[in-house]
């Protein structure tokens, strides 16, 4: 599904991400981990087109998509969720999630002025996603009410119904379980696993060790840029390098 090849993003004089190359497989869940500062959003930022690489290559789903756009990427069926949940508080949570669906439309502003059909036709197709979003999520009862109102865990689950509005093949979340409570926490591996039962291929960064271990199928860990390690969550907590790069040399050799 994701194939990268020696992708590179220097800032000056400061390699971000280094060289990195892996492959995640279609249906599966694949876990970026590593410390602060190790280049894993800046990874993301690369990977769905939100900043253009200094060399190497990004192919998803067979095709080439590096140094497109955001939006092109998304077109192909990439969708991003952020470290923080962005929402038009003020809007209803409905309301929030029609947005999604936009980036698969044609009407214009010729169609608002007119009322043509095939704007109805298309806003019937966003709110009838954006319900059935919702629904997979499990926040149809809320639906209707002002996004500023629900809870944080409520939030990173609109966040979850915004990227699949978009009908994505491959979802990146970016700490999904940042900020909510051990028992949130495993609700929201559970609808990561549905994600990943549904078909969709799943990329996640997140700092919960317990979580990544029981839900990832694959691990990435990078280090100052670098990919340090790649494999199953037994190979990687095993492995001598990651507990040096999380827990400090002397942590290594005891």
């Known amino acids: 599904m994701l194939e990268i090849d020696s992708l590179t993003k220097r800032f000056g004089g400061l ?15 694949n876990a970026i981990i ?24 990004v192919v998803f789903d067979g095709k080439d998509v590096t140094g497109l756009r955001a939006d092109q990427v998304a077109r192909l069926g990439m969708a991003r969720t952020f470290q923080s949940t962005t929402l038009f508080d003020t809007a209803t949570v409905l309301d929030n999630l029609i ?3 936009r980036l698969r439309t044609q009407s214009g502003l010729l169609d608002v002025i007119l009322g043509s059909k095939r704007l109805k036709d298309e806003e019937r197709v966003c709110r009838e ?16 009410r002002i996004a500023g109102d629900i809870s944080q865990e409520e939030r990173k689950r609109v966040a979850f119904a915004l990227a699949l509005a978009t009908d994505p093949t491959l979802l990146l979340l970016d700490e999904p379980a940042g900020g909510v409570n051990p028992e949130e926490t495993v609700g929201l591996a559970r609808l990561i696993r549905k994600m990943a039962d549904s078909g969709l291929t799943v990329c996640l960064i997140e700092h919960k060790m317990d979580m990544i271990m029981n839900l990832a199928d694959k691990i990435l860990v990078l280090n100052y840029g670098e990919k340090i390690a790649e494999g199953t969550p037994a190979e990687i907590r095993a492995n001598p390098v990651v507990i040096e790069a999380y827990l400090g040399s002397e942590h290594a050799a005891a």
Not at 131 to 141: E, M, N, Q, T, Y
Request: hydrophobic letters at 45%; glycine letters at 14%; zero cysteines.
């Open 15 to 29: 390699a971000a991400v280094n060289d990195v190359s892996v492959k995640f497989a279609r249906g599966t869940i």
């Open 129 to 144: 996603k954006a319900r059935a979003a919702l629904d997979f999520v499990g926040l149809s009862h809320v639906e209707n």
């Open 34 to 57: 590593g410390p602060n500062g190790a280049g894993k959003t800046t990874f993301f930022n690369l990977v769905s087109g939100a900043i253009v690489p200094t060399s190497g290559k």
């Open 99 to 101: 947005v999604g669906h």
